[in-house]
């Protein structure tokens, strides 16, 4: 007669590892892969932080993507240790893992015992469509989604550059943008500034990107900014965001955003173009080179015209935001290889781009500091400061 | 004989032209010969003592002049110097 279920499961648990919860907690993050086999809807209500979810169903088919050394010691958890013993069971005599613990109690125990729980953002099942093609792709997935959906970014200028990128972070979910600019829209503006419209000629450029935002996700808040970013009000405004997109036109604002953000920790996207040229790299303070490390000093005047006197090809703010966008949602949700370190030139006619390494400059005045010493009196300030704003009028 | 790529703001001084080609043995003798062709590049790229202007970054392949060996850093045949001042340009 075959054995009854509970048999089978009773004979596999003693052929399995098991492991307590308090030596999981304690090795948390240190190399041990922690699984959590069950449904999705189980892992919704809440999973251990640090685990990945691979559900029973899926065992085999996508264990390798979470541990692909065989080696490497796993831990399975599920509700009760029921299915996590199976599943360590499957791992170790099918799979060929060597070191496959099974977590005794399971969840369950795990909470009675105290441990922390880390329940995930759910999405609607309106954000499940509206962001579809996001959770098919195994690297942003779910998990992804919920950390754009509740990521802050800041645009300074909603411009050239800063047009496509805010309509593509609307587009992909990015929870709050912050938009930066004093402006008015202009007829000379649509060109390239594909958020703003005919109609909105006339009217602040916050509040048509806000519209134009609300009108494509509403999932989106976003924060307005109609001013010019001096020193007087810079900390304020950037503090608290995760990422800024940087597009601005002028030097003194480049310097005084390097400093806040060196200070402050925050990633820059930055992107600069002029004809037919464009460049792009990130400064993530501390990880890499800052913008003083790339350019420890503005150039004079005659050397650093801005667009508005020397035009643009209208396409090329498009290219170059559409690449700081994409950095964008590489940095939020930590995939890929982001643009750290290294600057990315981009020259239209031909077609052709150029990759060049940045290091980070042992004695940069400003990034080669604690933070903490940076002084409000220093931000933005660079040699010849006052005679380079006098030239430039 | 090596390649000069040459930024937006300075090919108004190389006759338009994006790529100009320069003779040297090292990074600063390139960089004079193309300041010889084209006089106008000479005060863009050098300071009044000879050095290069701190604005200006030049690139030997993909890497930065200034951690190898400034001006003296040796060029070979087919390598690639891009000039690359700082671009302030977003688009308003």
Redesign the interface.
């Given at each position: 007669m075959s054995p009854s279920g509970a048999e089978v499961i009773r004979q596999i648990k003693q052929q399995v590892q098991e492991v307590d919860p308090a030596e999981v907690s304690e090795h948390l993050g240190n190399g041990v892969t922690l699984i959590d086999v069950r449904e999705s809807e189980e892992w919704d209500r809440g999973h251990i932080p640090g685990a990945v979810h691979v559900p029973r169903g899926y065992l085999e088919s996508r264990v390798e993507t979470a541990v692909s050394d065989r080696d490497a010691p796993v831990v399975l958890y599920c509700a009760s240790g029921q299915r996590s013993a199976l599943a360590a069971h499957t791992l170790s005599e099918l799979l060929g893992y060597a070191d496959v613990r099974s977590m005794t109690g399971g969840i369950t125990l795990w909470k009675d015992r105290g441990y922390k729980v880390e329940v995930p953002k759910v999405l609607t099942t309106e954000q499940k469509e509206r962001y579809g093609r996001h959770l098919l792709l195994p690297e942003i997935g779910a998990e992804g989604q919920a950390k754009l959906l509740g990521a802050k970014v800041l645009l300074l200028g909603a411009g050239g550059l800063g047009s496509p990128t805010a309509l593509y972070l609307a587009a992909a979910g990015v929870g709050t943008l912050g938009i930066v600019d004093d402006d008015d829209v202009d007829l000379s503006n649509l060109q390239r500034q594909v958020i703003h419209t005919t109609r909105t000629v006339g009217t602040p450029k916050v509040d048509s990107a806000e519209a134009a935002i609300a009108a494509l996700n509403p999932d989106v808040e976003v924060v307005k900014y109609p001013v010019r970013l001096d020193a007087s009000n810079i900390m304020e405004i950037v503090q608290g965001y995760d990422v800024i997109v940087d597009g601005v036109d002028n030097f003194p604002t480049r310097y005084l955003l390097n400093d806040a953000t060196v200070r402050l920790d925050i990633p820059v996207v930055s992107a600069s173009i002029l004809g037919f040229d464009g460049q792009l790299s990130i400064f993530k303070p501390h990880d890499g080179p800052c913008y003083r490390c790339l350019y420890p000093v503005p150039p004079p005047a005659e050397l650093a015209p801005s667009c508005g006197a020397n035009g643009v090809l209208g396409v090329l703010p498009g290219t170059m935001g559409l690449l700081q966008a994409t950095e964008v949602v590489k940095l939020v949700t930590g995939i890929g290889e982001p643009l750290v370190g290294r600057l990315l030139l981009y020259e239209a006619l031909s077609a052709s781009f150029t990759e060049l390494k940045v290091r980070r400059d042992p004695n940069c005045p400003i990034c080669s500091r604690d933070p903490a010493e940076i002084t409000d009196e220093e931000m933005g300030v660079f040699p010849d400061y006052e005679a380079f704003c006098a030239a430039a009028g | 004989m090596a390649l000069i790529?040459i930024?937006?703001?300075l090919r108004s001084s190389v006759g338009g032209e994006?790529e100009v080609t320069a003779g040297g043995g090292d990074v600063g003798a390139v960089l004079s010969s193309l300041a010889s062709q084209h006089p106008d590049t000479r005060s863009?790229l050098f300071g009044a003592d000879g050095s290069l202007?701190?604005?200006?970054?030049v690139?030997l392949n993909?890497?930065?002049v200034r951690?190898l060996d400034g001006l003296d850093t040796a060029v070979g045949e087919g390598d690639v110097l891009?000039i690359?001042?700082?671009?302030?340009?977003?688009?308003?």
């Open positions: - | 790529k930024p937006p703001v994006k863009q202007n701190r604005y200006v970054n690139y993909d890497e930065d951690v891009v690359l001042p700082a671009m302030a340009g977003g688009a308003r």
